[in-house]
């Protein structure tokens, strides 16, 4: 297991579902969801949770600014 | 064994910066004007200058800056915010003061004031988003739109013959004296976002130390405009802007100006 994980929150009512963060992500952590939110638009979600580092790549380049990004340590290793 | 990662202050690495208001941006989504907005809100608060900044937003998509970054602001005639920001820094010089304009504002109706701006080496900053397009208006050709490039005033295609060429008023700015930094970024990936963010740092620093105006050009994606997905656009810019708008520092001065 990784010693240092990551993981992200999105603000799902204020993302438009642009996608650039899905494809900045180098671990192909992010999809688009199937549902919508309150405005008609899919969200930012993690398709693939476990392989989030917490690089941050994604909220740099989100317009939005929806995406928060956490990292820690195993505190198992 | 896997762990779950706890969503606690102490982990967080990375997030929106209390400088940007609450407010959701009117931008088109995947519009590079976001994430233009979201670096200087977090240049400007990293260098603690929240109090001292006033922002001159220009007409143009971005015309609404001042809804979502929390300093002061004056909201310009269309191509007349280097005017009203030479006039803010004068009388304010203790101010950080910077415009943010779009490529039909800047380079077409403002160009003089532009122009006149940086050749008088006013200590501002001007963030200039060029997406090669009027993207409020609806997608009409700028003096900035590539050859060949299709808008709803160019149907077929810029053509030289008819509509003169594109310029890149960066490199003709950056022969004034006034200018002390002159340089190119975009903020399409992680990477570019950061070393932009640099340049508006730079930028800013310049504008505080009296040396003369910086001019950061941020080649950018309208997506709208342009008719493609955000993530599309992108990859157009990369293959189609960059080759043309060449990123990377014009000119850095070394020499202050003289008095
Ligand atoms: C005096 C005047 N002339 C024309 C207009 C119409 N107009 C509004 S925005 C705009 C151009 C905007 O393009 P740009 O500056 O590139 O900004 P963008 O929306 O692409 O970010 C024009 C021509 C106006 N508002 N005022
Ligand atoms: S029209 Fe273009 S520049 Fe304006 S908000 Fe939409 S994508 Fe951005
Ligand atoms: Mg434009």
């Known amino acids: 297991m990784a010693k240092i994980k990551g993981t992200v929150t999105v603000d799902v009512e204020k993302c438009k579902g642009c996608g650039v963060c899905v494809v900045a992500c180098p671990t192909d952590v992010l999809a688009l969801s199937k549902e919508v939110n309150g405005k008609g638009y899919p969200f930012a979600m993690q398709a693939n949770p476990d392989a989030c580092t917490g690089c941050a790549n994604c909220a740099v380049v989100c317009p939005d600014s929806c995406l928060t990004v956490y990292r820690q340590r195993d505190p198992n290793a | ?7 606690t202050p102490e982990n967080k690495v990375y997030g929106k910066t209390p400088l940007l208001t609450d407010n959701v941006m009117h931008y088109c989504p995947g519009c590079s004007h976001g994430t233009i907005h ?3 809100a977090e240049v400007i608060e990293e260098m ?13 998509c971005s015309v609404f800056a001042y809804n979502y970054i929390h300093i002061d602001w004056i909201q310009a005639a269309h191509g007349r ?12 010089p203790e101010k950080m003061v910077f ?9 077409a109706i403002g160009t003089a004031e532009s122009i006149h701006a940086c050749n008088r080496g006013e200590n501002i900053v001007v963030i200039y988003v060029n ?3 009027y993207g409020m208006t609806g997608g009409q050709m700028a003096p900035t739109t590539l050859l060949g490039m299709k808008t709803a005033t160019s149907p077929a295609g810029r ?16 022969m004034l004296d006034g200018v002390c930094y002159v340089t190119r970024q975009s903020v399409q990936s992680p990477a570019a976002a950061r070393k932009a963010k ?3 740092r730079q930028a800013f620093e310049n504008a505080m130390a009296g040396k003369g105006l910086s001019f950061v050009e941020m080649v950018s994606s309208c997506n709208s405009g342009w008719k493609q997905s955000p993530v599309d656009a992108n990859k157009w810019m990369e293959e189609n802007m960059f080759p043309f708008y060449k990123l990377g520092d014009i000119k850095v001065a070394t020499e202050p100006k003289e008095a």
């Open chain 2, 131 to 133: 997406n090669a397009i």
């Open chain 2, 99 to 107: 415009t943010y304009q779009g490529d039909g504002d800047l380079s």
């Open chain 2, 81 to 92: 915010a280097c005017a009203v920001a030479t006039a803010a820094k004068r009388l304010t």
């Open chain 2, 48 to 60: 603690g200058l929240q109090d001292k900044t006033i922002g001159v937003s220009p007409v143009g």
């Open chain 2, 198 to 200: 640099k340049a508006l």
């Open chain 2, 1 to 7: 064994m896997s762990f779950q990662v706890e969503i």
């Open chain 2, 38 to 40: 979201k670096l200087v």
């Open chain 2, 159 to 174: 053509e030289a013959a008819i509509h003169g060429y594109p310029y890149k008023i960066a490199e003709i700015v950056s």
